[in-house]
């Protein structure tokens, strides 16, 4: 199942024995969504309130302290290209301390132009699709950097978080 990280109804709303049920379920898997590398491209990316940014990681390691078989892919849209960097590195970082091997099971998610949102945009809007992918490319040079190949060339569901 998918998650945007945007409330806490799991624990709201279901009962231990509920979520104990979505736990023990064979081949369950959940994945989450982490919209921004920070706060300031979370609010860009959401325009909600920029400290639900935290909030995801507070969320997502609930996840992984369960002991779900948990996943997250990321946004890196951010119209400043020149904080990107030190952000990504943060971000990288604040994974790790959910858990080491969580930037491994983090998938960047490219963002497109798609018709619905195509008269919304504008020059800012733009230029973070654009930089993207120098994210990403940060994000392959830190991964690079903090994993050995082999650790990196595992299948992502190979990647224990027990």
């Known amino acids: 199942s998918d998650d945007n990280l945007s409330n806490d109804y799991f624990w709201r709303y279901l009962t231990d024995d ?3 049920a979505i736990k023990a379920y064979r ?3 959940r994945v989450a969504c982490f919209k921004g590398i920070d706060r300031a491209s979370f609010a860009f990316n959401t325009a909600a309130d920029p400290i639900h940014f935290d909030v995801q990681f507070d969320l997502f390691r609930r996840f992984v302290d369960m002991g779900l078989d948990i996943y997250a ?15 990504l590195l943060d971000f990288v970082d604040r994974l790790q301390r959910i858990h080491p091997l969580l930037p491994l099971r983090t998938v960047p998610l490219e963002v497109t132009m798609f018709t619905p949102v195509q008269s919304r945009m504008n020059d800012e809007c733009e230029a973070a ?3 993207q992918y120098a994210v990403a490319s940060y ?18 569901c190979d990647l224990a978080m027990k």
Do not use: C, H, V
Not at 73 to 87: C, G
């Open 73 to 87: 892919y990321a946004t890196f849209t951010t119209p400043d290209r020149d904080a990107a960097k030190p952000a």
């Open 129 to 131: 699709m654009a930089n």
């Open 27 to 29: 081949r369950y898997g």
């Open 139 to 156: 994000w392959e040079d830190e991964l690079a950097r903090r994993f050995a190949p082999t650790e990196r060339a595992k299948n992502i």
């Open 18 to 20: 509920q979520r104990a």
